[in-house]
């Protein structure tokens, strides 16, 4: 019977979770300052707390190596979209485009992704 419970209650919070769906990146921009950029990316995610929310967004060469990581130490639950940038991100000279992607801590990564030409 408490096998049943616990079936039960994960059961019954699934839908909550599958609620918040992927974290999106909406809107991003890219500045060069000296040799290295800085990035304003804003991300939509219906971030339900600690459990659930859009933890961090990559800079991603289109080899897919990424290139810079900003972490998200909180949800975002009455911010939404929200804005956050990342300086001092380093892009080799023969990159003239970067992905930017989103990941959530139940998702992972799957949202909608921008892609910046750099130098425009």
């Given at each position: 019977m408490r096998r049943i419970m616990?079936?039960?209650v994960?059961?019954?919070?699934w839908p909550l979770l599958a609620l918040a769906g992927e974290a999106?990146?909406?809107?991003a921009s890219a500045t060069k300052s000296g040799e290295t950029w800085r990035f304003d990316v804003t991300v939509a995610h219906a971030d339900t707390g600690?459990?659930?929310?859009?933890?961090?967004?990559d800079?991603?060469?289109?080899?897919?190596?990424?290139?810079?990581?900003?972490?998200?130490?909180?949800p975002h639950e009455?911010?939404?979209p929200f804005t956050r940038s990342?300086?001092?991100?380093?892009?080799?000279?023969?990159?003239?485009?970067?992905t930017l992607r989103a990941h959530d801590k139940v998702?992972?990564?799957?949202?909608?992704?921008?892609t910046v030409k750099l130098g425009e």
């Open positions: 616990i079936i039960l994960i059961l019954a919070g999106d990146v909406v809107k600690w459990d659930h929310y859009a933890d961090k967004w800079v991603m060469a289109p080899d897919g190596t990424v290139l810079g990581t900003r972490v998200l130490l909180h009455t911010e939404q990342l300086s001092g991100v380093k892009i080799p000279a023969d990159i003239r485009e970067v998702h992972g990564y799957g949202g909608k992704t921008i």
